[in-house]
């Protein structure tokens, strides 16, 4: 529970920081320098794991490419493309579908349907999700348009989505780290033939503070400890599960622009919070 709580807090953080390096570093190369910083971080920890496993995780190739492909080639650089032609709650707003998503992916790969008090719950987290988007206000939440870079964000759910599940299908061998160090080594030559291509049209990155800062804010947090995270939670509680908790990233985005952005607190921010966490209660209550 806290490690998907976790999640949902460095996600949040995540949306913020592709928006925030929009026209400063273009979205493959954060994509892919995020990736690289985590294969370099994890890979010499995990290299003692990776050779022990080495016959389990070969025997595996065919599952470790789909899972690389979905969780790590796609999902991030997708929205991370879709920042830069629509908006922070856009982007939140369609992300709430995940755990539709995830039930969809449960039904094709697993011939299962998540039960009736899960289904409870993840409506009652909707609700409370769908407050804080349009403050309160249903015309507003009407009047939001909607663009082609919305269209990205709803691939890179479903990518995420049926990744989640697969990864709960498939287990791979070893611990979290290993499994991590395992889809990093082939999620990035992946995604460098994407990042060859953007380096050759929009030409390289100016490095400065802000270039590091979310490269190493999105490999360190949003990527090496949150996928960690996000594994465990997925062998805890499922997948159906862990995907309510990114009901929580919305909530957590309004409280940093409380704490953050000297935004102020309203009553749709109280109400919708305690909806979403009330619904997760729900729906993970033994």
Partial sequence: MAGLLFCALAWSGNTLVARGVVGIMPPVSLAF?????????????????????????????????????????????????????????????????????VFIAMLVFLRQWPGRRMLLGAALSFVGLIMILSSGSPAQLIALAFNRGDLLVLLAVLSWGGYSVLLQKWPLPGPGYVQLAALVLCGVPLLLPFYLWELAAVGGVAVGWEV???????????????????????????????????????????????????????????????????????????
Avoid: C
Avoid at 38 to 62: D, E
Avoid at 231 to 236: A, L, M, P, S
Avoid at 252 to 274: C, K, N, P, R, S
């Fill in 33 to 101: 320098w995020r990736w690289a910083l985590v294969l370099a971080l994890v890979v010499p920890v995990a290299a003692p794991g990776l050779w022990r496993h080495r016959a389990a995780l070969w025997q595996s190739r065919w599952r470790l490419l789909v899972l690389s492909a979905m969780g790590i080639t796609a999902f991030n650089t997708l929205l991370y493309v879709a920042a830069r032609s629509t908006t922070a709650i856009n982007i939140s707003l369609i992300n709430t579908s995940l755990p539709v998503a």
């Fill in 212 to 286: 590091a800062g979310a490269v190493a804010y999105t490999a360190v947090a949003s990527s090496l400890l949150a996928h960690l995270a996000w594994t465990n939670g997925i062998k805890v509680v499922g997948a159906a599960t862990a995907s309510l908790f990114t009901y929580l990233i919305p909530v957590f985005t309004a409280v940093f622009g409380i704490l953050m952005l000297d935004e102020q607190l309203y009553w749709y921010h109280l109400v919708g919070g305690g909806l979403a966490f009330l619904g997760i209660l729900l729906a993970t209550r033994r």
